[in-house]
């Protein structure tokens, strides 16, 4: 049944970038409009590296390393700002990422895309079924899983959280602020690169219209219905907003209908979520609110940073 | 110990601190009042790093630590709370505490949790529940932050900053807002701190709690010191009683 075995590959690829990403949102409070533009840059990466020859696991490594560097960057003027602003600067880090994709067709191919990219290798095993490739991406999703769970517990981790519930004070504690936000940035983007990589790899074929807002919505609505700042939240979000639009499949319906039910089936999710239960599913329970209080932790750090 | 020479710092039109100088020696209480919007708070916020001045320098034990990032003060061992309290809302008591304590949270030995670091853990939350004893919120360590009524608020922001080991501790409004108990018992902290070896300079607009803890006292008004002495002193001082007054 190498139908359930794609769920599977696509729960650990999205289980990767959701919980990468509630690093950075969740963890570190940084509002990070750019992963799926680093899901992008490690996809890219890894095909073209390998296109030329380079064995998987060292594209896979590059992967990490590129995307990690994209993200150190971006992060050094984006840690200088909050909430709303920060959500736009780096919002508009995505959309050039994705413009270069689409714009530098002698090393992309632009919206063409690069077709042809080998399956994943390991010292000549070959993942070639989809079983085989769930073997691997569930390797590198507990792998994921783990070392970010360590960092997020460890003291680091909980200077992180510290930084995101009240950045002054960490100061005044001694706290180099924008040190510990770049390292959250350049972590959460290193591991959406692999999940790129994993990505690429699996399908392979990519193009720049993998990477886009739509992207990015989907990911962003799988820690808000798993949990923010929960570590198995994230992995539940992305399993569940996997699984959700699968039955759409066997209506027959026309595709450009389906990709539309599929969005409005997010936002609902997404807004309900926001409405009835503003810390997701599994959100550290220590996020919620005091009972009276009206909006959630989220939309308040997203407005005022 | 701290020492500051000609500090200004004005926003836009507003002349918020204007060519302030003062001393503070090691191991005394030094009380800074002065009648709302004097600058009191902006003083703070230029010694710590939160303001760049806009002219004169600051000296922390023969080091000029002007125009230095607020964090690398803090290391020098400046502590400081605010006139609003600022804790992190959504950790526990206890993570407060420890993010207070000098500890390696560095993100390859912390995150790998070596021995080491689980160790000096250890020891820290020993540490912490030591000084949170000595506040009385040991009964607190797990709840949240944002869960605490205001008066152990203010204890805790007292006691994480004692807990940050550092030499010289600004409190601004230590003791605002809370009952005559809370109050003495404050006060009572404060002197025990400088039994341990700091050196303390605290904004407070109770004048009995000033008089009673404070070895000097600064008073200022419109950005400018208007006069330095003893509490005695400052009591009976014309320009100090017409700035109250609104003369
Ligand atoms: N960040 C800022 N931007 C603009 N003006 C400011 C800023 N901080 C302080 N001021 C102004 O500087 C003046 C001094 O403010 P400051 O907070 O230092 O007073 P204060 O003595 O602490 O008063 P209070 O006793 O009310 O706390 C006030 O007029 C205030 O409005
Ligand atoms: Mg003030």
């Known amino acids: 049944m190498s139908y359930f075995a794609n769920i599977l590959v696509f729960i650990c690829i999205y289980g990767i970038l959701a919980i990468s990403l509630n690093l950075t949102i969740g963890f570190a409070g940084i509002f990070n409009l750019t992963h799926a533009a680093f899901f992008g840059i490690g996809a890219y990466t890894s095909a073209l590296l390998t296109l030329t020859g380079v064995p998987f696991w060292l594209s896979f490594i590059c992967a990490f390393l590129i995307a990690a560097i994209f993200g150190f960057l971006i992060s050094l003027p984006a840690t200088r700002l909050k909430g709303i602003y920060l959500a736009i600067v780096t919002f508009g880090f995505a959309e050039i990422i994705i413009a270069v994709m689409k714009n530098w067709q002698g090393l992309t191919r632009g919206p063409l895309g690069l077709p042809g990219i080998p399956k994943a290798s390991l010292f000549g095993f070959k993942f070639a079924s989809t079983w085989e490739f769930f073997v691997l991406a569930a390797v590198v999703l507990i792998i994921t899983y783990v070392i970010i769970s360590k960092i997020v517990n460890s003291p680091f981790g909980r200077t992180m959280r510290a930084i995101r519930d009240d950045e002054i004070a960490a100061k005044a504690l001694g706290k180099n602020v924008m040190k510990y936000k770049s390292y959250a940035m350049l972590i959460g983007a290193g591991f959406a690169g692999i999940a790129g990589s994993l990505f690429a790899h699996y399908i392979t074929f990519i193009d720049p219209s993998s990477f886009t807002l739509t992207e990015l919505i989907l990911m962003l609505s799988m820690i808000v219905v798993g949990g923010i700042a929960s570590v198995p939240g994230a992995l539940l979000g992305a399993a569940i907003l996997v699984i959700l639009p699968e039955p759409l499949r066997f209506l027959y319906l026309p595709s450009s209908i389906v990709a539309a039910i599929r969005q409005m089936l997010f936002s609902g999710i997404l807004i309900a979520m926001l409405l009835f239960k503003p810390n997701g599913i599994l959100g550290e329970r220590r996020l919620l609110l005091k009972k009276n209080a009206k909006s959630s932790w989220f939309i308040k750090k997203l407005w005022r940073g | ?247």
């Open chain 2, 1 to 247: 110990m701290l020492k500051v020479v000609g500090l200004s710092k004005s926003f836009g039109g507003v002349k918020a601190v204007q060519n302030c100088k003062f001393e503070i020696e090691r191991g005394s209480i030094v009380g800074l009042i002065g009648p709302n919007g004097a600058g009191k708070t902006t003083v703070f916020n230029l010694i710590t790093g939160f303001l760049k001045p806009d002219r004169g320098n600051i000296i922390y034990r023969r080091k000029n630590i002007t125009n230095m990032p607020p964090h690398k003060i803090a290391q020098l061992g400046i502590g400081r709370t605010f006139q609003i309290i600022r804790l992190f809302p959504q950790l526990t008591v206890l993570e407060n505490m420890l993010l207070a304590i000098p500890s390696n949270d560095s993100l390859f030995t912390s995150a790998l949790q070596f021995r080491v670091v689980a160790k000096e853990q250890k020891e820290n939350i020993e540490k912490a529940m030591e000084l949170l004893k000595f506040v009385g919120l040991d009964i607190k360590v797990n709840a949240l932050a944002q869960n605490l009524s205001y008066g152990q608020q203010k204890l805790l922001e007292i006691a994480r900053v004692l807990a940050l080991d550092a030499d010289l501790l600004l409190l601004d409004e230590p003791a605002s807002g809370v009952n005559l108990t809370l109050l003495k018992k404050i006060a009572g902290l404060i002197k025990n701190m400088r039994k341990s070896g700091k050196t303390i300079l605290l904004i407070e607009h109770n004048m009995d709690f000033v008089m009673k803890i404070c070895d000097k006292v600064i008073a200022m008004d419109h950005g400018k010191e208007i006069a330095y002495g003893t509490p005695k002193q400052i009591q009976k001082n014309k320009l100090v009683l017409d700035a109250y007054l609104g003369g």
